[in-house]
């Protein structure tokens, strides 16, 4: 059965990004959405472009970031759908919707040990995706928890792919050529790589999971931010090589010990910024990505890592 899509964008208040971009799909009998936008204002935006949400059968939810997950509870209650999303990115979700202060401590903590300044710890925290509002989550309702490749339905099936975030999944209609890939590739921008739970490689776990997308040699992408693209190859090809530059210049940031974030102030970012140019959320997701390449670059034996004075510091093993 041909499946019939229709993109919803929705804006939300990222700077960087403007909108997000949902998807309707419809097949003989269902009718699904992929991604919610970031709160309960994206029905509005989806009923006054023609779409009923009290229609939706599954919501599928790509990554658990707030501009993705945001209105999936509205919807939910609206629209009495199930909801699949990453199991991985569901146990961190519930785990911010329990103790969000917790969560905003612990960001925060970890912060400082890889050298964020102290005096920025009211303005890290306000930079989060996340607010008091993420108790909410704890009355979403996933009944399919997705941790290896399957179908959802005849049309529809699934992939993991995580580095984006631990539990991001790709929805793929295979007979039509299509994944809807989340924020996993983007068409205008490199998608942000941050961290999570120790010392966990998203970097080499995201570039894995760029070769698997890859490998189903798909036409048409349906990105998170932005419009359906072609040339999925090439674009993972770019993303590629963007993040091999990234990792050659945080590299040589470490001729002297350094803590992550004093590497991150001294490299350049997309057109031509530096932290100091960026409001709190941006210099967050900054500062995450340097210390993801960091953590790369320690394991795969590039840079060496140590903690003194409780500040975790690299150096280039070139030196």
């Not at 909108?19 to 029905?43: C, H, K, P, Q, W």
């Amino acid at each position: 059965m041909h499946a019939v899509v229709k993109l919803h964008e929705v804006e939300i208040p990222i700077r960087a990004l403007k909108t997000a971009s949902l998807y309707e799909i419809r097949t003989d009998g269902f009718v699904g959405l992929v991604d919610s936008g970031m709160n309960d204002l994206s029905i509005n935006s989806l009923h006054a472009s023609g779409f009923d949400v009290r229609e939706v059968d599954v919501l599928m939810l790509t990554h658990l970031h707030v501009d993705h997950v945001g209105g999936s509870l509205a919807i939910q209650q609206l629209s009495g759908c199930r909801i699949a999303m990453g199991e991985n990115d569901y146990r961190i979700l519930v785990a911010i919707a329990e103790d969000p202060e917790g969560f905003k401590k612990r960001y925060v903590k970890r912060a400082i040990e890889n050298g964020f300044p102290s005096g920025l710890e009211s303005s890290m925290a306000k930079g989060l995706p996340f607010s008091s509002e993420a108790r909410k989550f704890l009355d979403l309702e996933v009944d399919t928890l997705i941790k290896d490749d399957a179908s959802l339905n005849d049309d529809i099936s699934y992939i993991t792919v995580p580095g984006h975030s631990p539990g991001s999944i790709a929805f793929l209609i295979r007979d039509q050529d299509l994944i809807f890939a989340g924020d996993h590739i983007l068409q205008r921008i490199t998608p942000n790589i941050g961290v999570y739970e120790g010392d966990q490689d998203m970097l080499g776990e995201y570039l894995r999971s760029l070769e698997k997308v890859k490998g189903e040699k798909l036409k048409t992408c349906l990105p998170g931010h932005g419009h359906p693209f072609e040339g999925i190859s090439d674009r993972i090809e770019e993303i590629k090589k963007h993040h091999s530059s990234r990792l050659d210049e945080i590299e040589l940031a470490c001729k002297e010990w350094s803590s992550a974030f004093s590497v991150a102030s001294r490299i350049t970012w997309n057109r031509g910024r530096h932290l100091s140019d960026m409001n709190e959320m941006e210099r967050n997701f900054a500062f995450g990505e340097a210390l993801s390449h960091l953590i790369h670059l320690s394991l795969t034996g590039r840079v060496m890592m140590k903690s003194t004075d409780r500040i975790v510091r690299f150096k280039r093993q070139s030196d």
